[in-house]
């Protein structure tokens, strides 16, 4: 859900395995409450036990994927039952999205590269 930050890095994450939580969607017109909810969900997703951290993009036309990690199956269910994560949802239905869809994966092998400040 989240928009991205201001000066985007990719989110730092310990050795696999671990599970990624892919959210893809598309926006409805307007905020109806988006931002503030998002804020809040990403402050209670931070502090789930098993949350490992999240990437996240939106185009200009309003296609967004956020992709949260997860230590395990259970972290993932526990956050889905979260009962303000819930709420969420179901408001999202009716409010922000006009699709999305979401996709659970173990991550087997992860890799990445840091350009040297000085280059």
């Known amino acids: ?3 991205p930050a201001p000066d985007p890095t990719p989110a730092s994450l310990p050795d696999p395995p671990y ?9 409805t017109a307007g905020d ?11 402050k209670l997703a931070a502090d789930q036990p098993g949350f490992l951290g999240v990437d996240a ?13 997860w230590r395990d199956e259970d972290s993932i ?7 303000e994560h ?5 408001y999202g239905r009716e409010h922000w999205y006009a699709s999305f869809s979401l ?6 092998r992860a ?5 040297p400040a000085d280059s």
Do not use: Q
């Open 1 to 3: 859900m989240t928009d």
């Open 19 to 27: 599970y990624a939580v892919v959210f893809t969607a598309v926006r």
């Open 32 to 42: 109806n409450g988006y931002r503030d909810t998002d804020e809040r969900l990403m």
């Open 57 to 69: 993009a939106r185009g200009a036309n309003g296609l967004g994927v956020t992709v949260s990690y």
């Open 77 to 83: 269910s526990a956050w889905r039952e979260h009962a």
């Open 86 to 90: 819930a709420l969420a949802r179901a």
């Open 103 to 108: 996709h659970v994966a173990k991550v087997e």
């Open 111 to 115: 890799y990445g590269f840091t350009r």
